[in-house]
């Protein structure tokens, strides 16, 4: 399959150790990425970087980010305006400080879709309400005029996955949007993503700590370690046969948990 991202990402702060070092990232058309990596281990800024908004947190990028083609490292900030949102979104995780409380969620998406579309104002509502059902979520003109606060973190979550696929993105970027939740939301939602992928043909570079749920989403992993890839390869391969330490620990610390599934109820891959 054609590839879609391809990195070699190396991203500094000022006066401050190397956070991510030549980070080679790529990821298929359609195809789920998941990236794995312990706490500051630098996958945030991956996400931020891949959209360039490390600029104005005084992060500077080298190498390169091959996008459909393009290379996101050189374009000038009002060309990667047009990509951010359109062809690259993000979910983050903390969905309900993601949403302005003070917002209608109709009033936020009708701003989120005007970004992008202009010349199309007025038809926000019936995207909107087309997204809600493909998201789980009431499609009725009411729930639109909730407030966030009205919202389970579940729903707020889906009203957030939805704003994100609303100009029906190539790649979605989503940085541990289950950490937030509850296990059996949790599950919703990496069952929504999962339709969502096969529905949409969207690729998704899916990051999270927990190795289970990444291994539950995803046919391909790469562990991430002090800003380096450690390890990237197809994930029941990485069960069987962990290449280095870190990749094995991590393994260990799922097996060890005995009320964790076992990694192999957890690979459906063919
Ligand atoms: N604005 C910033 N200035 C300097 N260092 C930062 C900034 N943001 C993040 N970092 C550093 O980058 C490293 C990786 O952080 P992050 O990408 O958030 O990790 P993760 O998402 O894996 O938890 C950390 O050491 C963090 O301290
Ligand atoms: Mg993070």
């Not at 704003?163 to 993105?169: E, G, N």
Request: net charge neutral; with cysteine; proline share 5%.
């Amino acid at each position: 399959m054609k590839n879609l991202l391809s990195t070699r990402l190396t991203v500094d702060y000022p006066n401050k150790p190397r956070i991510l070092g030549d980070v080679e990232l790529e990821i298929a058309e359609g195809e789920i990425l998941g990236l794995v990596g312990e706490s500051g281990s630098g996958k945030s800024t991956i996400a931020l970087a891949l959209l360039r908004l490390l600029d104005h947190k005084g992060g500077k990028i080298h190498g390169e980010i091959l996008f459909d083609g393009r290379d996101l490292a050189k374009l000038r900030e009002k060309e990667m305006r047009k990509i951010r949102g359109s062809e690259i979104a993000l979910v983050l995780q903390s969905p309900l400080s993601s949403l302005n409380p003070v917002l209608k969620i109709g009033t936020q998406i009708a701003e989120a879709w005007r970004a992008h579309n202009p010349g199309n104002a007025k038809q926000w509502k019936e995207e909107a309400l087309g997204l809600f059902s493909l998201v789980s979520l009431p499609a009725e003109p009411s729930f639109l005029d909730r407030y966030p606060r009205q919202l389970s973190v579940g729903q707020a979550q889906r009203v957030l996955i939805a704003m994100a696929i609303l100009h029906k993105p190539r790649l979605l970027i989503a940085d541990e949007p289950t950490s937030a939740l509850d296990a059996i939301t949790q599950s919703e939602i990496l069952e929504l993503f999962r339709r969502l992928n096969r529905q949409l043909n969207m690729a998704m570079l899916f990051i999270s700590h927990d190795l289970l749920s990444v291994a539950s989403l995803c046919s391909r992993i790469a562990i991430l370690q002090r800003g380096q890839i450690v390890e990237c390869g197809a994930t029941e391969q990485m069960f069987r046969e962990p290449r280095t330490e870190d990749t094995r620990a991590l393994l260990q610390a799922v097996l060890r948990n005995p009320f964790a599934a076992q990694p192999t109820e957890l690979i459906s891959h063919g």
